[in-house]
């Protein structure tokens, strides 16, 4: 299990967990990112990343994206 801060671009995984506080796993949950879910990396800008997850594009913080696993 990797942050998916940690996969480069083009890759696809899994949602695994979720860490954080129950106010940001709720955001997260909010916008598309829950486990099992598909995540998609598009790339890597000014320290956001820019992900597909159900079938819509979303940046998010790299620190954000250290929360995710995938």
Do not use: C, W
């Not at 990112?33 to 598009?42: A, D, K, M, R």
């Not at 990343?49 to 790299?62: H, L, N």
């Amino acid at each position: 299990m990797l942050p998916l801060s940690a996969l480069g671009d083009g890759n696809k995984a899994i949602i695994k967990r979720i860490g954080g506080k129950p106010d940001v796993r709720r955001h997260l949950a909010d916008i598309g990112f829950s486990v099992g879910e598909t995540v998609n990396v598009i790339t890597e800008q000014n320290g956001n990343i820019i992900v597909k997850v159900k079938e819509a594009r979303i940046a998010i913080s790299k620190e954000m994206a250290m929360k995710i696993y995938v």
